[in-house]
């Protein structure tokens, strides 16, 4: 149940679900969220409310209302998804892979469990299969339950919800897919997402359960002038093995404190330009987007000097062997490592 | 209703009234209550949650539950009372006063709408009414809602709640008390609690309301080796000059981060020893004090060599023209203002 | 002098001038660096020391020596620069203006104090003078004393140092330039940097004293999704109402946690492709760019779709009359405000 | 050399020694000393500067100019003095002892390299002899250098210094001592100081190094309402095992945001009335103290209710085989382990 409803005496718990925004401090902000970005860099939001906090086998789960971010969902002390910028984060993982494929009907998402990537796919006209494979099903339930701006995509009937280990799934069944998309959290040597990250992982599960033109996006990591060399560039070079065309991108999102980055990558190459993906994007998907049009893509997948370089440069190929230790995880099962 | 109630699917929402004490991060605490005791000072509390919120005319009003420190009252940004140590504050206010009384019957409260001083004052079997005056009536509903350490108190029918401004109170009525106690924020140029700790207030408002043989205790602030200048000096040099009797003592309360004082004032002296004040507990007060016995009172109130010279060097008198200024407080009518 | 010089007894002074780059602390980081952002977001850099810290009539400079993100310029409580990734702010806010101009010998900078704008600008080879026009002495002598990069820019016998207001400066002086660049704090109603911001500064000061195909560039606040709202549109906005052709861009800057934005404005058409600028930048800058090449600059002025519709639909003018508040400014005349 | 001394164009390096105490921000503090009392409880100080920082082999050593507590001296992290109020812990841990006993000629100090305990020690007339025997030679090196509080007591010639570990010190010397003082960190499982609070330590080593009559002082910890059960009860009831008489007292120390703890022990009786310490600290000891008087001890040495039955139901006894575990310390040699 919401802690945020009852109201007593004009009184109102939690955040002021009767309508009146009240600070918890008509001053300073007392209660704040502390993100330790790495050991010696710090990113805090003064709090509203801790409005849910839940813990699965794997997890500790909370959705904190924030003041300068709105509801965040954060996992094991890492920022997941921030309301007021999660839409940035999603529609670049989500939009320039369907919109690169002629008609993209079957999606897989690895990961995923906040259900916001399956709201932006679910968007696409031509799409009537998404499975979502999560291995936690207390983050599934959570924010199914919390996270109002994904109840429609939870209840789509063309959302399949499986809760497993996503390379299992897609070893285990006959099944093929369009797009695959990967929202996992970064590779990191001993993780649990480490796996879904290889050569041989992309090679071996992935390719072979792409239809033909099929195209594979997967979230990368921070993208930032320095941050790019913690798994961006890898994930981008490991890549570059497995298949013919792939194309990294990126975007600041404001509540990450760094630019983040995808890498999309498929067989058949990638050549629409900014007008032609704005034209698809008119005739395939329902609504506005916020972020991503024709031009902001093209700017998006043009990645600055040193970056670019380095990725150019990028030798390390992610293979069960090798790794990248990334500061603050263990062995979490979260989308963002904030390295 | 309490948020801390409802859990879904194994997931608690709010404080794990579920009986698992979920932290919110397995890891490094992330959420955290943070106090400026002094601009260049902060005090900072890990917080498991938010419990409620309130605001009143006067004040924003919170419960947090803090790690360190149980569940802490908040008003206007300043802690007033934390769960695991506030026994120290209240037993300090209320017990020496009411011990060296020969027959406390009848007591006033100026200020202490938590609802724990009244619940200190019940527990004297000779007590037969309490009136409990506080100006915020918003103040008083929360914690009769939310502190149920205070439940009783609030239930018991000796005692008389009145909303309203203190002194206006004492000033309209006719009725005399054995004992007045004042548990009001510190006295801030200002402030609306300042008025309550002038010579002129304590001479024409608060003596003639005492009976004979009376007893006046207050709050008195911080009594710190430096802090005790701030307010405690002088609120003990004003009753001084009212009462031929005058004892400051103090003690050390760990979620407040420094030793705070209380006077105790009265035409008759104070001349119990600690045996005689062992006796007068046991016969008189019902269940045990955890913190104050006859030893605990004799050192509480031997102040240490500096502060001792201080405040018989100190000079000021709080008057309707004069005022000291203390950190951080504007107009708030919270009892700790922390200086 | 350098407050890390000194070594005795093998135990270094300040920040470990003798090579050992002593932390404060084997464990957590126990000294830190904190920036309020907005009043409700930190950003906090664990410090290794307080190299420097200095006092003018207008403002309190420090220079810090940070772990994340090396030697910090703060200015009155706000980052200016720091010394990782300074290279994308003065990079981005000196080459394109230049590079777009036929032949740029004439420059005069509004402010930029801290010598890196004056730096950027002496690499390119047609330059032969620049004028470095800021109105705080001390600023500058400070970062001349301890800013070791900018050493050979604050030597240059092309470089002119003037300690003045710009706006009475450029009045003033008969002098006219190839290109003005306005590096100073952003607009902020009361600031004194706002007056160097208005349409009638533009036309009747800016714009006179340029000579014929010059070239005015501006850094223009923050840049962000939602940010860029503060004073970025308005700077667009305000300059678009007085030249023909204006050009907004942006880069993620790590150390200011936001995207940042600048703006460069002429009465010729801004026309090079990303070919044409790399060409450009062989044959007239001096050593290589760390970040600003032809695609750089493509991406950095191909604006989101959110920002770049918010700049066409902006309205306000910055005038004599009108402002836009923004947090955390008061009078200071620092470069970021860090909106 | 000091990095507070050299002064540039009106511009003062560190901290003001130009006299002019320029604050890093003349608005919010900018730069913070932050110190993790518990895992949940942090206690933050603005700072002026980091005047100094050293490195032995044992630690990190330095000393911060904080804005609430002057200098502080931080050993990994945690504070062990602050300029402002350290001679509250310095006069409690040496006066009672010396006071008490009938003629103290000769000292030996176990720990104590900032030499504030040799300097309140010298104070005392009687005393011909100091042994100061500290295990870290680059801490002293650094308290002589830069507490000049200290600088008298370093070069007083009644004061040895000897680089040893205490306990070898002590077992191999012939020489015995009028008073033994025992200023080290806490013990704590697996910390180098623990062997120097065992039952068999206090009865093989130290009590056979006391003169007749001779007295046993030391450091107790945290002996606030709840904080003391961490170590004082356990030195004070491992001390009572060994010593006929054992005196607990204890005191706040603001900068220390607990109240702190010592024991004195002796085979012969502590007897003193408030009185008779008051005369014996007139004729004995050069100068005033600050804060221990006759009262202040008597104050002092009478717990708290719950503190006193605390100690007196305690059990354990440190011994070779048993410890107690104590929040944050793995094996640093630092008295104050705010636990």
């Not at 919109?99 to 009537?128: C, Q, W, Y």
């Not at 630019?259 to 395939?284: C, H, N, Y």
Request: glycine share 8%; hydrophobic share 35%.
């Amino acid at each position: 149940m919401d802690s945020a409803i009852s109201c007593t005496n004009g009184i109102s718990n939690g955040n002021g679900v009767c309508g009146k925004g009240y600070s918890l401090n008509g001053y300073r902000k007392s209660c704040w969220y502390e993100e330790e970005i790495e050991e010696d860099l710090r990113w805090c939001f003064a709090l509203n409310s801790i409005l849910h906090t839940g813990h699965s086998q794997f997890q500790d789960i909370a959705l904190l209302d924030t003041k300068p971010f709105g509801k965040a969902l954060v996992i094991d002390g890492k920022l997941q998804s921030a309301e007021t910028d999660e839409f940035i984060y999603h529609e670049c993982l989500v939009h320039p892979a369907l919109l690169h494929h002629p008609n993209p009907k079957t999606i897989f998402i690895m990961g995923g469990g906040e259900g916001s990537t399956a709201r932006e796919l679910l968007r696409h006209k031509a799409v009537d299969k998404v499975v979502m494979c999560d291995i936690d099903e207390e983050v599934v339930q959570f924010c199914k339950s919390y996270l109002l701006v994904n109840r429609e995509a939870f209840c789509d009937p063309r959302l399949k919800l499986v809760i497993s280990d996503a390379r299992a799934e897609l070893e285990n069944k006959e099944e093929n897919y369009d797009v695959i998309v990967g929202d996992l959290a970064d590779p990191i040597e001993g993780g649990p997402c480490y796996k879904l990250y290889t050569k041989s992982f992309y090679e071996l599960v992935v390719k072979p359960k792409l239809n033909h033109d099929g195209i594979f996006v997967t979230q990368a990591g921070p993208a930032g002038i320095f941050s790019h060399a913690e798994v961006f560039s890898c994930i981008y070079n490991t890549l570059k093995q497995v298949f013919k065309y792939v194309v990294p991108y990126s975007a600041h999102i404001p509540s990450y404190a760094d630019t983040w980055g995808w890498v999309m990558a498929s067989d058949k190459p990638f050549v629409l330009t900014a007008d032609e993906l704005d034209i698809r994007i008119k005739q395939r998907i329902k609504g506005e987007n916020r972020y991503l049009d024709g031009k902001t893509f093209s700017s998006a997948s043009t990645l600055s000097k040193a970056v670019r370089k380095s990725l150019d440069n990028e030798t390390h190929i992610y293979t069960e062997g090798s790794a990248r230790f990334i500061y603050g995880h263990g062995c979490a099962d979260n989308k963002q490592s904030h390295v």
